[in-house]
């Protein structure tokens, strides 16, 4: 029991109910920002080595054909760390997994411009990979935290949406050091960035309350982020204030909760947008810098060609979560469309930057609002208690479709496939994706005509 300046007995506070009772305050903003650090980290590394492809592979002797499995480390590894930062995260705490995952990947992607041979190019990039993939459920689990319920879905894609952004600027930055420097640069600066972001992590962004709640004394912390929450009610709260959890952890293997309760079809249907989609946008961005300057294009005009596949791609993410909310789940059907066709006309572009940067722009666009969308689908489909785990497992599918993608990619254009064939055969994927979403649909829409009349 904790006591007011009158000796009365104060009810011991939820945060999870201050913070849905509250609009938005600075300190939850300031978490959501330095959460979108790490995602737009993952996305300038991504873009980073799509660029330098060509001339990594030059150096080592490679045939660029053979370069999918390079492109496929660091993403295998990215599945890897997800699934293992993840519990890691909630035993130690999220803000300190995520500052370690951030911090390997720092180490690494710095590597990255040491190796010098296929296999040491292949490890680092994984070990790169497992502080990307270790990162993403760490800060989308600790920006949740921070959400209120009633915007949980937008702040989600916002916050997912740094991926594409950083694409977005790492083309950009990319195009001026390919112009003035080695390739080598792009990692050297890709690893000092990094550390930085860690720093800012550490040192301005609280652990999450989940976390804290029933720590030793995390009672001063505990009361002095609620007192930021909730201003008209800083008076009233102390460091003696008992604050609880109304979060109820499952015993068992989380996992399993996926598929009782007649959600294991849903399940499993979920994935399969989040394996097309997320495979699609990551073959795009590894794979066109690499086919456009292989068609004669140059390396600084592939890179701001994959600058505005970043920038569309954050264009859609981010809107993706208001456009659930007003539309429903059915208006990733056109999206999916949509981006199909862009899909089919970008490998008829050749070496036009304008029209690659037209239809290389507008898939970022359409597969993002779908790949966004689909964490959004997540967020509805699941109850709270099974949330976390249930997103992370879709995400995880999303991050073995960008393993699988390259790899299929490299080996269709060893055997001689042509990039307009490979393009079309790309364009089945999101139509696919659009099959599947009616299906989930009538799932989401009960969870929330529930919730509406709740």
């Known amino acids: 029991m904790s006591h007011t300046k009158t000796g009365a007995v104060s009810?011991?506070?939820?945060?999870?109910?201050?913070?849905?009772?509250?609009?938005?305050?600075?300190?939850?903003?300031?978490?959501?920002?330095?959460?979108?650090?790490?995602?737009?980290?993952?996305?300038?590394?991504?873009?980073?080595?799509?660029?330098?492809?060509?001339?990594?592979?030059?150096?080592?002797?490679?045939?660029?054909?053979?370069?999918?499995?390079?492109?496929?480390a660091a993403q295998f590894g990215a599945a890897g760390g997800a699934f293992a930062f993840?519990?890691?995260?909630?035993?130690?705490?999220?803000?300190?997994?995520?500052?370690?995952?951030v911090l390997i990947f720092a180490i690494f992607t710095f590597a990255t411009a040491l190796a010098d041979s296929r296999g040491a190019l292949i490890a680092v990039r994984v070990l790169a990979g497992v502080g990307l993939g270790g990162a993403t459920p760490c800060f989308l689990s600790l920006a949740s935290e921070y959400a209120p319920a009633r915007i949980r879905?937008?702040?989600?894609?916002?916050?997912?949406?740094?991926?594409?952004?950083?694409?977005?600027?790492?083309?950009?930055?990319?195009?001026?050091?390919?112009?003035?420097?080695?390739?080598?640069?792009?990692?050297?600066?890709?690893?000092?960035?990094?550390?930085?972001?860690a720093l800012a992590i550490s040192t301005l962004a609280?652990?999450?309350?989940?976390?804290?709640?029933g720590r030793p004394g995390a009672g001063v912390t505990l009361a002095e982020m609620a007192g930021r929450i909730a201003p008209a009610l800083a008076g009233q709260i102390s460091a003696g204030t008992r604050f609880i959890q109304r979060e109820v952890k499952l015993a068992g293997v989380?996992?399993?909760?996926?598929?009782?309760?007649?959600?294991?079809?849903?399940?499993?249907?979920?994935?399969?947008?989040?394996?097309?989609?997320?495979?699609?946008?990551?073959?795009?961005?590894?794979?066109?810098?690499?086919?456009?300057?292989?068609?004669?294009?140059?390396?600084?005009?592939?890179?701001?060609?994959?600058?505005?596949?970043?920038?569309?791609?954050?264009?859609?993410?981010?809107?993706?979560?208001?456009?659930?909310?007003?539309?429903g789940p059915f208006v990733l059907v056109p999206a999916l469309l949509a981006g199909a066709i862009c899909t089919l006309l970008f490998g008829t572009v050749g070496t036009s930057v304008p029209l690659a940067a037209l239809f290389d722009g507008l898939i970022g666009v359409f597969i993002g609002i779908a790949a966004a969308g689909s964490i959004?689908?997540?967020?509805?489909?699941?109850?709270?208690?099974?949330?976390?785990?249930?997103?992370?497992?879709?995400?995880?599918?999303?991050r073995v479709g960008q393993v699988v993608a390259p790899l299929l990619a490299g080996a269709v254009l060893q055997i001689g496939w042509k990039v307009d064939e490979l393009f079309l055969a790309l364009a089945v994927a999101p139509v696919l994706a659009a099959l599947i979403v009616p299906l989930l649909a009538r799932r989401v829409d009960r969870k929330v005509a529930m919730r509406a009349e709740a």
């Open 11 to 72: 009810p011991p506070v939820d945060l999870a109910d201050l913070i849905d009772a509250n609009p938005m305050s600075g300190l939850q903003w300031r978490i959501v920002v330095l959460c979108m650090l790490a995602a737009i980290l993952d996305g300038a590394d991504t873009f980073s080595i799509g660029v330098a492809a060509p001339s990594i592979a030059a150096k080592m002797g490679m045939p660029l054909p053979t370069f999918g499995a390079v492109f496929s």
């Open 254 to 327: 989380p996992i399993r909760y996926l598929f009782e309760g007649g959600r294991g079809p849903v399940t499993l249907l979920l994935w399969i947008p989040f394996f097309l989609t997320f495979g699609l946008l990551v073959l795009v961005v590894l794979w066109s810098p690499a086919i456009l300057r292989n068609a004669g294009m140059s390396g600084p005009n592939a890179a701001l060609v994959v600058a505005f596949h970043g920038l569309g791609g954050f264009i859609g993410m981010a809107s993706s979560g208001k456009l659930l909310e007003k539309f």
């Open 86 to 101: 993840g519990p890691l995260a909630d035993r130690f705490g999220r803000r300190l997994m995520l500052v370690v995952a």
């Open 206 to 213: 609280p652990e999450a309350p989940s976390f804290l709640v």
């Open 153 to 197: 879905a937008s702040v989600t894609t916002l916050l997912w949406a740094g991926f594409p952004l950083g694409g977005m600027l790492g083309g950009f930055l990319n195009s001026y050091l390919l112009t003035n420097f080695e390739w080598p640069m792009l990692f050297y600066v890709g690893g000092i960035l990094p550390v930085v972001v």
């Open 376 to 398: 959004g689908l997540a967020s509805w489909i699941y109850p709270t208690s099974i949330r976390s785990t249930g997103i992370g497992w879709a995400m995880a599918m999303g």
